[in-house]
């Protein structure tokens, strides 16, 4: 596959071989949100749409197919968790990946087991997200 670096140093697959990875992020911090949509929208082949509520995620992605969702685990109203298990239940095949600033260790207890595909602290590593990106490409 040819590949170019975008301005961000994101590894770039060629127009020729661009297959979307459409990305929901949940989050009730505006600024966590277009700092997200930033970095993920740098790649080419990423389309990011954001969420502020588990209710309006779970909307859109009734209206819409998404390769993956990354909810923040501490949101007002339902949490990460809950969201997470809905789109388990009823989107079996979205990746599902929780955030948090707060460590795995401390809301593990909180979470079911296998509820998440992947786990990610705040604040989020350009390394970590390179390696989501990377994987949702090769599981599309």
């Known amino acids: 596959m040819d590949e170019a670096k975008s301005k961000t140093g994101a590894s770039r697959p060629?127009?020729?071989?661009?297959?979307?990875?459409?990305?929901?992020?949940?989050?009730d911090d505006v600024m966590t949100l277009a700092s997200l949509k930033?970095?993920?929208?740098?790649?080419?082949?990423v389309e990011v749409e954001v969420s502020l509520s588990g209710a309006e995620a779970l909307r859109k992605l009734e209206e819409s197919s998404f390769c993956a969702i990354?909810?923040?685990?501490?949101?007002?109203?339902?949490?990460?968790?809950?969201?997470l298990r809905r789109v388990r239940d009823a989107y079996p095949n979205v990746k599902r990946?929780?955030?948090?600033?707060?460590?795995?260790?401390?809301?593990?207890?909180?979470i079911e087991?296998?509820?998440?595909?992947?786990?990610?602290?705040?604040?989020l590593e350009i390394?970590?997200?390179?390696?989501?990106?990377?994987?949702?490409?090769?599981s599309a």
């Open 14 to 27: 060629s127009p020729s071989s661009v297959s979307a990875v459409r990305l929901l992020i949940v989050d």
């Open 127 to 138: 390394d970590a997200i390179q390696e989501l990106i990377d994987g949702l490409r090769t």
């Open 38 to 45: 930033g970095v993920l929208g740098a790649y080419v082949d």
């Open 113 to 123: 087991r296998g509820l998440a595909d992947v786990f990610m602290s705040k604040p």
């Open 70 to 83: 990354i909810a923040d685990f501490n949101l007002v109203g339902p949490n990460g968790g809950l969201i």
């Open 97 to 110: 990946v929780l955030f948090s600033g707060s460590s795995y260790a401390d809301i593990s207890p909180r």
